[in-house]
């Protein structure tokens, strides 16, 4: 196991290149959860996570002959744009191996850093395979996203900085996936503030730490897909996991809880996080860990999420929280009856999104019309008001 020494080190070591991000306390969420809430916000990193600070770390300490050689890594997307980052910017060939799935917006970033990219296998551990490969045949270092010292060490760096932003903090959340950051995280905490609490969060679909530490060691999960792809890792290292002991506790969240979260902080605090990033924040909402009127930190760990995920997010959240409303009505197929339709929604104050007229639905009755409306809506009871204005003007609205 590391020690603080190692992460006072390390910070000490890439200081000059890596940004102190802010700490903000927010009033909304704060109200919102029933917590003295603030946000790490590791997002605004110049890759957008937290991962180039355990990159540069390990890669300051490779030696002269070793940087010649070039890096090697497998990452689902934050490592690899991290380690591309801080190594093209001192001159250090890198190849990142990626997992075929890995969100287009995280491959072509690693490639703006001047990285060979090379997608291959469904999984990240079918993209370490590859990984080691070519370190053995190329005769380069492989740089390990979680299963190394200086990574874990770098990624501590982030708990010094948080006892110094928020001195009376009584909890920190942080994402798990192979356990570096917590790992590093955890040991800075406990070592400068020992009474506060360090919880990890996994997303249930892939629990490797908590399989981990119930066993005793390290489980390899069958793969799954969640919201959270930063942290979907099916196996902690025995490195990692010998750090797990620090962790007081480890929250699981589904994917809805994810969703919700990334909704909330993309609406509530303009912030952009990925799904492992608004995995701590998901944890609290959920309400399983004893945090209620606590001072606590959520460690937003990074920011690179899909767009065409937002859009999805949005949609489904607007849908959760009656601001939108899809609805089938069975109408007359004649002149005026969709024009009617209109109008009842518009007495309504319904604002109307998106029209499909299917004069050939199947099962429907000759001489009737379906018609499926997207609405704008001010919540619940205004869908209820629809409904019945629809109903009332004597059409079917089809379940």
């Given at each position: 196991?590391?020690?603080?020494?190692?992460?006072?080190?390390?910070?000490?070591?890439?200081?000059?290149?890596?940004?102190?991000?802010?700490?903000?306390?927010?009033?909304?969420?704060?109200?919102?959860?029933?917590?003295?809430?603030?946000l790490k916000l590791e997002n605004l990193q110049m890759t957008g996570s937290f991962k180039e600070r355990g990159a540069l770390n390990r890669l300051l300490q490779l030696a002269p002959e070793q940087r010649a050689a070039g890096v090697?890594?497998?990452?689902?997307?934050?490592?690899?744009?991290?380690?591309?980052?801080?190594?093209?910017?001192?001159?250090?060939?890198?190849?990142?191996?990626?997992?075929?799935?890995?969100?287009?917006?995280?491959?072509?970033?690693?490639?703006?850093?001047?990285?060979?990219v090379i997608l291959k296998g469904e999984s990240y551990d079918e993209a370490a395979e590859e990984a080691q490969r070519i370190a053995n045949a190329r005769g380069r270092c492989l740089v390990h996203p979680f299963d190394d010292d200086a990574v874990i060490a770098g990624q501590g760096t982030i708990g010094l900085e948080l006892v110094e932003q928020v001195p009376d903090l009584d909890a920190v959340l942080v994402p798990v996936g192979g356990g570096g950051l917590a790992a590093g995280v955890a040991t800075a905490i406990k070592a400068r503030k020992p009474g506060a609490k360090?919880?990890?969060?996994?997303?249930?679909?892939?629990?490797?730490?908590?399989?981990?530490?119930?066993?005793g060691a390290p489980v390899e999960l069958e793969p799954a897909r969640t919201l959270a792809d930063g942290i979907a890792v099916r196996s902690v290292s025995p490195r990692t996991l010998a750090h797990g002991s620090l962790l007081d506790d480890i929250a699981l969240v589904d994917e809805e809880d994810i969703a919700e979260a990334i909704l909330l902080l993309l609406e509530r605090e303009k912030t952009v996080a990925e799904g492992a990033?608004?995995?701590?924040?998901?944890?609290?909402?959920?309400g399983d860990l004893p945090l209620a009127g606590k001072r606590v930190v959520l460690l937003v760990s990074g920011g690179n999420i899909d767009v065409n995920v937002v859009a999805r997010i949005i949609e489904r959240g607007l849908?959760?929280?009656?601001?939108?409303?899809?609805?089938?009505?069975?109408?007359?197929?004649?002149?005026?009856s969709l024009a009617a339709l209109l109008a009842t929604t518009a007495r309504c104050n319904a604002n109307v999104l998106e029209v499909h007229h299917d004069r050939l639905a199947p099962r429907t009755d000759p001489g009737l019309t379906a018609v499926e409306l997207v609405l704008e809506t001010r919540g619940f009871d205004h869908i209820a008001e629809i409904g019945d204005a629809i109903e009332d003007a004597g059409w079917l609205i089809e379940a």
């Open positions: 196991m590391i020690d603080v020494a190692a992460v006072e080190q390390a910070r000490a070591r890439i200081a000059s290149a890596i940004y102190e991000s802010p700490c903000p306390r927010s009033q909304t969420l704060s109200e919102l959860t029933g917590c003295d809430l603030h090697v890594a497998a990452s689902a997307g934050n490592h690899a744009q991290g380690l591309a980052f801080v190594a093209g910017r001192r001159g250090v060939s890198t190849t990142i191996v990626m997992p075929t799935g890995t969100p287009l917006i995280k491959v072509s970033a690693t490639r703006a850093h001047g990285a060979e360090v919880y990890g969060v996994e997303p249930s679909a892939l629990p490797s730490m908590r399989r981990a530490l119930d066993a990033g608004a995995a701590p924040l998901a944890a609290v909402v959920r849908v959760k929280s009656g601001r939108s409303m899809r609805v089938r009505v069975l109408i007359p197929d004649q002149p005026g």
